[in-house]
């Protein structure tokens, strides 16, 4: 068996379920409240519970991939996938719903697993193009699976949407079984740091129940701040802990590398700018004409705004692997260059379908140049049993970046209903972005001014 022509695909083709599970959220919260008779507010909590079960799940299966039998590990969390996709297509009750959406969110850890495995059994030259294929999987996906579960939902039901997710999931077992191959004795057998799972976990889950639920809750309400306080608690004593133990969750020396460190903080920031442009671009879509902003764009077409993001993505990272493994810093400001002026774009033209088709394009092929470039960054600076925990950390920064991004828009627009709200959201999206860019492109005349150190 020719293992890098069989084996990058069918890691790609894995990856993809993050993609799938993805795109079952905020195009079908409407479509869930009527069809399981909710609010649309509690309907919004199958996008919170499937995030918080991600970013508890993805440190530690990353964790868990630097070991052996990670293509087991693989194999069950898609099976858990599978069992989710099943238990919400079928659902009979919301809470039966939710119970399936938790399980979905084991795949946000999905990615981090194909990249130890892609790390472990190709050689040094091919892992880097491979790792930063897989990176933007996710993004390249979105595009394809937004305008896929609209369709669905719209000409059938949203359970055919998670029917189909079912389906694929099961398709991508297959492809795991029969192609990937058995690690045997690689990986190493390390002890599991039990209590930091458990202060990263609580830390977690009380920072995004925050910043999820804080425009619901109140900013200043009593359970927002307690949930806030135990998140900033949970998470100092986390790093404590991970510093002084022999075998940690995360290795936070390791995360502390230049590179490292800027490939994590660049990935907390531009997820939260991202889903802050995609959640605001989803509500134009589907608005009516009549608020000052909308599109009226029906389901049905209202996930195509979404495809050219996914073919931007897919033409960045092309590009970044023909440059080769030595652009990898210079591609985080270039990405993040571009992504900001397509945030710019957006947030002062954004009345004709044609500009924001054309604003996702611009803000695809940045973000596909930025995020190939984090993980490989970060494989490349960590030893090779510590691959997956240090990239599914940077996972979880973006997922949290996300999930802030979420929050912010949630709360400009229930403080500022309408045209207005609409705007300053774009605007805060557009100025995080420059901020980024900004901060990057100073890193990178630093890096290119430092001297060489004599030999």
């Known amino acids: 068996m020719n293992t890098?022509?069989?084996?990058?695909?069918?890691?790609?083709?894995?990856?993809?379920?993050?993609?799938?599970?993805?795109?079952?959220?905020?195009?079908?919260?409407?479509?869930?409240?009527?069809?399981?008779?909710?609010?649309?507010?509690?309907?919004?909590?199958?996008?919170?519970?499937?995030?918080?079960?991600?970013?508890?799940?993805?440190?530690?299966?990353?964790?868990?991939?630097?070991?052996?039998?990670?293509?087991?590990?693989l194999l069950i969390s898609l099976g858990v996938i599978l069992v989710g996709s099943v238990l919400a297509g079928a659902a009979p009750t919301f809470g039966i719903f939710l119970i399936g959406r938790a399980l979905q969110g084991l795949t946000y850890g999905i990615v981090p697993v194909t990249i130890v495995l892609a790390r472990r059994h190709l050689g040094a030259g091919r892992a880097d193009p491979a790792i930063s294929t897989l990176s933007v999987t996710v993004a390249t996906g979105l595009g394809l699976g937004y305008p896929l579960t609209g369709?669905?939902?719209?000409?059938?039901?949203?359970?055919?949407?998670?029917?189909?997710?079912?389906?694929?999931?099961?398709?991508?077992?297959?492809?795991?079984?029969?192609?990937?191959?058995?690690?045997?004795?690689?990986?190493?057998?390390?002890?599991?740091?039990?209590?930091?799972?458990?202060?990263?976990?609580?830390?977690?889950?009380?920072?995004?129940?925050?910043?999820?639920?804080?425009?619901?809750?109140?900013?200043?309400?009593?359970?927002?701040?307690?949930?806030a306080v135990a998140g900033v608690a949970c998470l100092a004593a986390w790093a404590l802990v991970e510093l002084r133990s022999r075998d940690p969750l995360i290795n936070l020396r390791v995360v502390r590398a230049p590179d490292v460190l800027l490939a994590n903080l660049t990935a907390i920031s531009l997820g939260a700018a991202m889903y802050m442009s995609l959640s605001t671009i989803s509500i134009i879509a589907q608005a009516p004409k009549a608020s000052g902003y909308g599109l009226e764009l029906p389901l049905f077409w209202a996930g195509f705004?979404?495809?050219?993001?996914?073919?931007?993505?897919?033409?960045?990272?092309r590009f970044v692997r023909r440059l080769g493994p030595g652009s990898m810093t210079a591609m985080l400001p270039a990405g993040s260059s571009i992504m900001a002026a397509s945030a710019l774009m957006i947030w002062l033209t954004n009345d004709q379908l044609w500009e924001i088709l054309l604003g996702m394009l611009l803000f695809g092929v940045?973000?596909?140049?930025?995020?190939?470039?984090?993980?490989?960054?970060?494989?490349?600076?960590?030893?090779?049993?510590?691959?997956?925990?240090?990239?599914?950390?940077?996972?979880?920064?973006?997922?949290?970046?996300?999930a802030a991004g979420s929050a912010i828009v949630g709360s400009i627009l229930a403080a500022s209903p309408g045209k207005h709200g609409i705007t300053v959201a774009l605007g805060v999206a557009a100025v995080t972005t420059t901020a980024v860019c900004i901060a990057l492109v100073i890193n990178q005349a630093r890096v290119v001014r430092k001297p060489t150190q004599p030999v």
Not at 168 to 191: M, N, Q
Request: charged letters at 10%.
């Open 151 to 227: 369709i669905l939902a719209s000409l059938l039901d949203y359970r055919v949407a998670f029917w189909f997710a079912s389906v694929f999931v099961l398709t991508a077992i297959v492809v795991v079984w029969k192609w990937v191959p058995t690690d045997g004795e690689a990986g190493t057998s390390r002890p599991f740091d039990t209590a930091g799972t458990a202060l990263l976990s609580i830390g977690l889950a009380a920072l995004l129940i925050t910043v999820s639920q804080g425009s619901h809750w109140g900013w200043l309400s009593a359970a927002t701040v307690i949930a």
């Open 4 to 73: 890098g022509r069989s084996l990058v695909p069918s890691l790609i083709y894995a990856a993809l379920t993050t993609s799938i599970v993805s795109s079952l959220g905020m195009l079908l919260v409407p479509s869930i409240a009527d069809g399981l008779d909710v609010s649309v507010s509690a309907a919004q909590w199958m996008l919170t519970i499937n995030l918080l079960v991600g970013a508890v799940a993805t440190p530690i299966m990353g964790r868990l991939s630097d070991g052996r039998n990670t293509k087991r590990l």
């Open 366 to 402: 940045g973000m596909g140049a930025a995020y190939a470039a984090m993980p490989a960054l970060v494989a490349r600076n960590v030893a090779a049993f510590e691959v997956g925990s240090a990239v599914s950390f940077n996972q979880v920064l973006r997922t949290v970046g996300g």
């Open 305 to 317: 705004v979404m495809l050219p993001l996914s073919i931007g993505s897919l033409a960045g990272n």
